[in-house]
């Protein structure tokens, strides 16, 4: 059920510097997760708004693109000290609108920050390279430019995060950028734009178009907005890779998830336990990078089973403001409804169900919280091992080596990240050479890559060439021209 607080928020589209209305009357609810109260209504907006961001965009590109790189980063640093004021402000609301545990927006916010950071250095990334002698006389060189309008597509999951990845290096390099966030988590993107202007970005760099699929839609056909950063779930962006780069537009989709964790013998089994309990039930699941499956040792199965459901019952589930909480709900009441029909199928497909969480108290309260589950005996034909969740259900599958748990991994078609637990340098190794997966962690549960280095999705976890953050980001938000001169 969901009911309306006194103080819902009424959000309008950021374009050009002002919070205009959109020209659509059609409105979707945000609601508090942890609470199913509904904390803010937003506009599903049109191709007409999408239209006028994309104007607003183009005509302030002629000069943010000229204004110097130094300039633009010290904006840049600007509002990365306005960030760090306002962190305990920005990571409740992120608590308040996705649901995670109050500690953990903290840490997403610092994530988004030190996303500002790194776009800050963009005078060095921008800097192009020469040849002066490619013949007698005749010197080459390259000079980066900016590409444009660029837009970006968030989902719920990290509304500080994700769209951190993007907007700042886009802006640094001198393009334009229109946003449209996660419906479901509009609220703290719209914090994002009013904190960048004080911090004295120029009107019309930064624009948000509030909406679902049919902003998306625009953004793919526009014909001014020269490439995609889009992030969420797997059909929709091979849908977003594949009409956009129809359109000719670089894009960049990064997609679900469905990680593996490797536990061998020689593991130190209480780090394990602990870091697999934080990946797989942190954030309730819904994390690009949580832990879905973990393949143990035979041996040592039972020992990491009965160690990982002793640390679930002592998971405290709850409001993630409420002191102590780790768990907190999922997102929407219909993706609890999923998460229980995923946990009967894995039931009726006969895997072996260890911690059943539709059983905790806060299940049946107000708000859309599933409790820790544990799965054991998973095999690869049931549908809890073969598709992404999003939610803390953790399926334990047994295997006789390290050998047996790769090749499992990599039948995955989802490979964003995979972790090994062990004390061995050379199954670090074989881990490292034969895993098909692009963020690895060795003893650590969430190797998420800061923000100076590529988050690296494999297979269908990510379509396109360049990922975001690190020199990639750079790379992807801009266009070289190369100058051939002789000097007579
Ligand atoms: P989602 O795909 O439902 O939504 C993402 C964005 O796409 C939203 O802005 C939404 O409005 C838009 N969208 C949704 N359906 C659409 C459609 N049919 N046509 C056009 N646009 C549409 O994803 P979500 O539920 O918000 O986020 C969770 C997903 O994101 C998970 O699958 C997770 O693994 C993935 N994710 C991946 C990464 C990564 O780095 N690979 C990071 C974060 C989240």
């Not at 239209?51 to 130094?70: G, H, I, L």
């Not at 980066?144 to 390099?173: D, H, K, Q, S």
């Not at 120029?202 to 001014?224: C, Q, T």
């Amino acid at each position: 059920m969901t009911t309306f607080t006194e103080n819902v928020k009424y959000l309008k589209n950021y374009i050009g510097g002002e919070w205009v209305d959109s020209t659509s009357d059609q409105k979707e609810r945000v609601v508090n997760p942890a609470t199913g109260e509904v904390i803010a209504e937003i506009p599903l907006s049109t191709k007409a708004d999408v239209d006028r961001a994309v104007y607003a965009a183009n005509e302030v590109f002629k000069t943010w693109s000229q204004t110097a790189v130094p300039k633009r980063a010290r904006i840049l640093f600007k509002y990365q000290q306005l960030l760090v004021d306002n962190w305990e402000k920005l990571a409740k609301l992120v608590t308040i609108e996705n649901g995670k545990s109050l500690s953990e927006a903290m840490g997403e916010v610092q994530r988004g920050i030190e996303c500002v950071e790194f776009a800050a250095g963009a005078p060095s990334f921008m800097m192009g390279k020469n040849l002066p002698d490619i013949a007698t006389s005749l010197e080459s060189g390259m000079y980066r430019y900016p590409l444009g309008v660029v837009a970006g597509i968030t989902p719920f999951n990290f509304p500080m995060m994700v769209p951190c990845w993007m907007f700042p290096i886009a802006i640094a390099c001198g393009n334009t950028f229109v946003l449209k966030p996660s419906e479901r988590t509009p609220l703290l993107a719209a914090r994002l734009v009013e904190l960048i202007e004080e911090a004295g970005l120029p009107k019309g760099v930064v624009n948000i178009v509030n909406g679902a699929h049919d902003v998306v839609n625009s953004m793919l056909e526009h014909k001014d907005i020269k490439a995609i950063s889009f992030v969420g779930s797997q059909p929709v962006a091979e849908y977003v890779y594949k009409k956009g780069t129809a359109n000719l537009k670089r894009v960049q989709a990064l997609s679900g998830a469905k990680n593996h964790s490797i536990v061998l013998k020689d593991a130190n089994l209480n780090l394990a336990a602990r870091e697999i309990t934080n990946a797989a039930f942190g954030s309730a699941g819904e994390r690009c990078m949580a832990a879905a499956v973990v393949a143990v040792e035979e041996e040592i199965a039972d020992e990491l089973i009965n160690k990982l459901a002793e640390l679930a019952d002592e998971i405290k589930i709850g409001n993630g403001l409420d002191e102590g909480v780790f768990l907190g709900p999922v997102i929407r009441e219909g993706h609890k409804k999923r998460t229980i029909d995923y946990i009967e199928s894995g039931v009726d497909q006969g895997a072996v169900l260890v911690r059943d969480g539709r059983k905790d108290d806060a299940v049946n309260g107000e708000g859309y919280f599933v409790g820790p589950t544990i799965f054991d005996h998973v095999t690869q034909e049931m549908k809890i091992w073969q598709d992404e969740i999003f939610a803390p259900v953790l399926s334990v599958v047994r295997v006789k080596d390290l050998t047996e748990a790769i090749d499992l991994a990599n039948a995955s078609k989802l490979a964003n990240g995979a972790c090994l637990y062990t004390d061995s340098a050379a199954a670090v190794r074989q881990f490292r050479e034969t895993i098909h997966a692009g963020m690895l962690g060795v003893n650590v549960g969430v190797p998420a890559p800061m923000a100076f280095f590529p988050f690296s999705g494999y297979k269908d976890s990510f379509y396109g060439d360049l990922h975001v953050n690190g020199a990639d980001g750079f790379e992807f938000y801009t266009r070289k021209k190369m100058l051939t001169a002789r000097y007579l």
